[in-house]
Each structure stands twice: as C-alpha cells, then as structure tokens.
C-alpha cells in the first residue's frame, strides 16, 4: 500500500463528506432567506443578521461557521463580519444566474429519501414509477433545470435550429413533451406570442403545477398542459417538438421517437434537450458525470424500468445511444445543434 495515496484519497474524502454534510444546512439557508439577506445587505455580524432574519442567534453562529470553514461565506475577523461574495452569490442568491445550485441541494436530499426504495430494486430489479419518487423531488427538478433553461433556451439553443425561430415568431404548433412543472414552456409561449404550446407530461402533480405557472406568467392564452405519456401525443399536429432531459428517462426511447416522427407535420424539428456525456464510459469519469450518473442510478433508470420495454439508458446514454433510438424512430437527420457543459442539443429532422 502506497502511504501517500492513501492519505491523498482521505483527503479527498473529506471534502465528499463535507459536501455530504452540508446539504440540509445550504438548504435550511435557502429556507431562512440567509443567503439572499446577506446578498442585499452585505456584511453582517452573526447578531445582526439573526436580527434581520429572525433566527436563533446560537444557532446560527454555528450556522456561519460552517458556512465559513466550507467558503460559501467569506469571514472578516477583524469586524467579526460574514458575507456572500459575489461569486457565491451566483451560486447560492441570484434565482436567474447561470449557476444558480440550490435546485442541486434539493436534488440530493431527494436522493436520499428514495434511497431505500432503490436499494430493494437492487435486490429484485425492476423500478417504480415517476410518481412514486421522493416527495421533494417534482419541484426540486424543476428548480435545478430552469435557470439552464432561462439562459441557453432562447438565446442559444432554438437559434441553432435550422429555420425554427423564424416559424416561432410567425405562429408555430409546439410540443414540450415531458415538460414537468412547465419552465421550458412558458419560457418559449412568453417570448413567441404567436406560437401555440402545449406541454405533456405523465405526472398529474406536475401538470397541475405546470397550469399555475401558466397563469402566473401570463401564458395562458398560448399555452396548456395535458397529462400524457410521450406515445400519446397527437399525430402530424406540430412544427416542433422539444425533449427537455427526459428520453433518457422512457422507457421505450425508439418507440417514442417513431410517434414524434408521426406527429409531426412535413418540415417539423425534433429538438432532443440531453445531459452532456461522451459515449464511453471512461469519457464520462468526471465531476459533471459523477453527478449524473448518481441521478442516473436513484432517479432515471427506476423511472425507465418502470415503464415499458424498460430501456433504462440512463442519464449519460451518450450521443451515439441516442441517435441509435432516434433513427430507429424513422429520422433520417440528426445533428448536435449546440452544447453547454452539462447538455447536448440534437436536432432531428425527417
């Protein structure tokens, strides 16, 4: 045994530990408004700030400490001041940052309540249905996705289709299948008035969701949500259909990819939203895919196994996996349009 590696490898599993230990406390930060205080007001002491937010004042000393010894929070000790810089407070404060991570938290504590539930699959196989997941973790995917779906989706991503924008401003038929709590949706319904959207997804909690978001945002004239699974859609209705990070998550991904086809009408674009992964599995030993490959074994594959076929592609299937099913489905034409750090965008066409 190599000492040195040894000690390397502990160190390293410190900082797991740390990460681990420091999920309910950014979560109970979030819940008392610690972070956004400390944003908009700037530097406080700890008896300041739990006079602002109206918290335990031991309580939250402990609180900052942690916060302090993890650099979440900057420490003066010189006016005994915390802080959120600003890096951070992109981070952990501002809702429509790039970064914005607080949906992340909420994710891995999802993850721990179901794990029960997926170590017996482990054991006898098979999975268990989107709606039986943790309770937290509807509105918990929906917060980790919006804020890469505020600044890539109309910025970047449509404008990478061939042709898609100019048939959203003059009046389009939309798609978002899988749409969950409906960010992805309202976002396209607000910025093309024109449009038509109508948004499906198989969970009825999220569609319910999905509807107040509607209203709340002043979409409802444009938009409806239907609860449905992808097969259900109908045939030769739509110019677009997007897929925002779900086909790797049915069940039967070539099967679903052959009603897309069928529901488009002649020109219509498939746009197929995915987790970023290489196609090996060595391309994938990363930070950003260690993190979806825990998702992948806690939240995707009991999803997939729960339905039929059962193909269980996970959430980093790659590239190739993906346009196997999706020409499968009967599309001659697939191209990666785009990509950030953490999604591909392929655009399929007839």
Known sequence: MDNAKLQQFIGKMLGDLGGAASVPLVRMGDALG???????RGPMTCAELAQQAKVHERYLLEWLSH???????????????????????????????????MGAFDLMAAQTEIQPKVQERFKKGGG???????????????????????????????????????????GADVADVGCGHGWSTVLMAKAFPNSRFVGYDYHEGSIADARKHAEAHGVAGNTRFEVATAK??????????????????????????????????????????????????????????RLFYAASTMLCVPTSLAQEVGAAFGAQAGEAKLREAITAGGFGSVRRATETPFNMILEARL
Not at 144 to 161: H, I, K, M, T, V
């Open 67 to 101: 916060q302090a010894a993890s650099d979440y929070l900057a420490y003066d000790p010189g006016t005994g001041r915390f802080s959120l810089p600003p890096e951070q407070a992109m981070v952990f404060a501002v809702e429509d940052s790039p970064v914005y991570m």
């Open 128 to 170: 268990f249905a989107w709606g039986d997941q943790a309770s937290c973790l509807f509105c918990a995917t929906a917060r980790f996705f919006r804020p890469g779906y505020q600044n890539n989706l109309l910025s970047q991503w449509l404008p990478a289709l061939d042709g898609v924008v100019a048939k959203l401003e003059a």
């Open 34 to 40: 610690l972070y956004r205080i400390l944003h908009t």
């Open 232 to 289: 259900e859609i109908p045939d030769a209705a739509f110019d677009l259909v997007a897929f925002f990070d779900c086909l790797h998550d049915m069940g039967d991904p070539a099967g679903v990819a052959s009603q897309v086809r069928r529901s488009l009408k002649p020109g219509g674009t498939w746009m197929v939203v995915e987790p970023m992964a290489g196609d090996r599995l060595e391309d994938n030993l990363n930070p950003v895919g």
